[in-house]
């Protein structure tokens, strides 16, 4: 009993305290504003979940500054749908859709792929998608469902990428590659050695996920400092964002969420403005790249995020998990 107290009821509880601390904090702060940003022509971005939700504001608003924008997803026709929306928006838009399964280290492969033969640079990568609270569950590769799709599957994407996104760079305005992460890190725990613990929480490993993402940004940002790359990574909390990523959470809480987040919660398109600030701002390249962002602003992160040997340590155990060299 006390172990699952401690391995499924405290995780619960703490990401629901948690949540209730970034709601007051997001009523009483001022929403970010994304400010003018530069044209985009001639650049090319990838946004995984880009079909709805944030990925949707973002790509929105990548194509309309003329930037080449790629969807990844695994819905064909919401991507498809999401397309012609923003070709109705911009009728000169480059955008186009490429089915990606974040699920699926095969899928991820078969993406990057389709993505090599179009012979385009890669000026901005976003890993947006994610899954929040789901039913305990494996990857088509045997990974726990949100560590394996969060992290994993962006892990690998950005990993195959990662020669292009050097290569498009320069010296006055980087690649960039966006980490969409959440404050839920802040109560995350890594274990890699215990994905598949007999008390299985969705909350322990949705955080979890997020602190995967933060630890692997970081060793991504240093990694690309220390070889002079023009190219950075970030870490991006969108806050408390009204989204159909919090349908799977606390049956009780649910009856509520629809009252809560239409008075709480920040639209998709507030939620996208610091997402688009990290991939574009001028004024983030050099010393002030990389980092954890919310709302506009470099934030600190949880005290395991700047451990240099976890960060290697989960940078190397992945690279395994996947059959990296």
């Known amino acids: 009993m006390l172990t699952f107290v401690r391995c499924c009821l405290l995780p619960a509880i703490k990401l629901y ?37 944030i990925g949707f504001e973002v790509a929105l608003h990548l194509a309309g500054l003329g930037a080449h924008v790629i969807i990844g997803g695994r819905d064909e026709q919401e991507g498809l749908s999401a397309v012609a929306k923003i070709r109705e928006e911009h009728r000169e838009a480059k955008v186009e859709f490429i089915t ?22 890669l000026n901005i ?3 947006n998608a994610g899954i929040m609270l789901v039913p305990e569950g494996r990857t088509e590769d045997g990974f726990e469902l949100h560590f394996g799709v969060n992290y994993l599957g962006h892990f690998l994407l950005t ?9 498009s760079g320069m010296l006055d305005c980087f690649s960039r590659v966006v980490h969409v992460s959440s404050s839920a890190h802040r109560i995350g725990e890594i274990k890699l050695n215990d994905l598949n613990s007999e008390y299985y929480s969705a909350h322990a490993a949705y955080c979890q996920s997020k602190l995967a993402q ?5 060793h991504l940002q240093k990694a690309l400092r220390a070889g ?13 964002v009204h989204t159909a990523l919090y349908r799977h959470i606390w049956a009780p809480l649910r009856l509520a969420l629809g009252v809560v987040a239409q008075l709480l919660f920040w639209t998709p398109k507030e939620g996208a403005a610091t997402v688009l600030y990290a991939a574009l701002s001028p004024a983030l390249d050099g010393e002030r790249a ?3 962002w919310a709302n506009g602003r470099r934030q600190m992160t949880s005290p395991p995020t700047s451990d240099l ?9 992945s690279a395994r998990m996947l059959g990296l060299q």
């Open 100 to 121: 990606l399964d974040l699920g699926s280290m095969q899928s991820v492969r078969h993406f990057v792929q389709c993505f090599k033969e179009r012979n385009l640079p």
């Open 228 to 240: 002079a790359f023009t190219a950075s990574s970030f870490a991006v909390d969108p806050g408390m």
């Open 125 to 127: 990568l976003v890993n």
């Open 290 to 292: 990389g980092g954890y």
């Open 159 to 167: 990993w195959l990428l990662l020669d292009h996104l050097k290569q």
């Open 309 to 317: 040997r976890l960060q290697r340590s989960l940078w190397e155990t």
């Open 17 to 53: 305290l948690l949540g209730l601390w970034v709601l007051l904090g997001q009523l009483f702060s001022k929403t970010f504003r994304l400010p003018e940003m530069p044209r985009q022509e001639g650049k090319v971005a990838i946004v995984t979940g880009g079909s709805r939700g």
């Open 214 to 218: 933060l630890l692997f940004s970081a």
